[in-house]
């Protein structure tokens, strides 16, 4: 049995669009030519154009530095003259100040010395003068003690003398209570005095004198305290009650006894007798050598 056979026909190219290719193909090489020609035309221009700009640069910098040098080298000479001008004008001026230091320290010394001599002749002065001042004030210690001295003699004589007037005023008043006659003027006020204490001992308190009966007039019932003064004021009297009203407590003797106040004195001040009354005292006034006034209270105070 016998295969088919196909019969296949040459296909021949088309040679005239083919050279039409071709020619197409050169002209874009010579279009690729002429770019790159261009470019390197241009390339070459600017490279020698960068060379003539670079070449300019550096002979604009070659006179750049030949003038920086010209100026450096200038101001060297100009800091060359400056500085040895300079020189000569702190050497003139070094040597004018030695010569001003040299002429203000001989002036100073000159001046030092003369202080020292004034000080000196000062001294020798002041020394003088205190030599004086020092026999001047030892007369006057002197003169000073033998005053001091006087003053205090008469000062103790004059206290003597008051401490004795004192004592025997105070020891007239005491002496005058205890007479009959002073004992009357209380009998008349309901008071029979039958025991008389002097100088009754002080009593203390924290180991403190607090107070000292000077003159207590008792019977059997009644104690009549008497406070004793050559010059009584209020404040006298003011004290005087103020104690009064511990006394019960200070003097156990007195304790169970009613207790009236009286004060004696030679003079009274300021009406010290009469606020002395009107506070409730028995008021006692020595007015002859042993003989009394007494003045009795409206209401008579009792402790």
Known sequence: MMKNVETVTPQYPDFGALLESVKESGRRIDEG???FRKILETWEAERKERKEREAKMEAERKEREAKLEAEQKERKEREAKLEAKLEAKLEAERK???EREAKLEAKLEAKLEAERKERKEREAKREAEQKERNARLEADRKEFKERMDKISADTNKSIKEMKNLFTTQWGRLVEALSKPAALALFKKEGIEIDRIYEEVHKAKQDGQDVMEIDVALCDTSVAVIVEVKSRCGKRDIDYFLSQMEH?????????????LVAVAAIKYDDGADTYARNLGL???KLSG????????PKKPKTF
């Open 96 to 98: 004018e100040r030695k």
């Open 247 to 259: 006394c019960k407590e200070w003097y156990r003797e007195f304790a169970d006894m009613r207790l």
């Open 289 to 296: 050598e042993e003989t009394f006034t007494m003045a009795a």
């Open 282 to 284: 028995y008021v006692l």
């Open 33 to 35: 030519n002429e770019f």
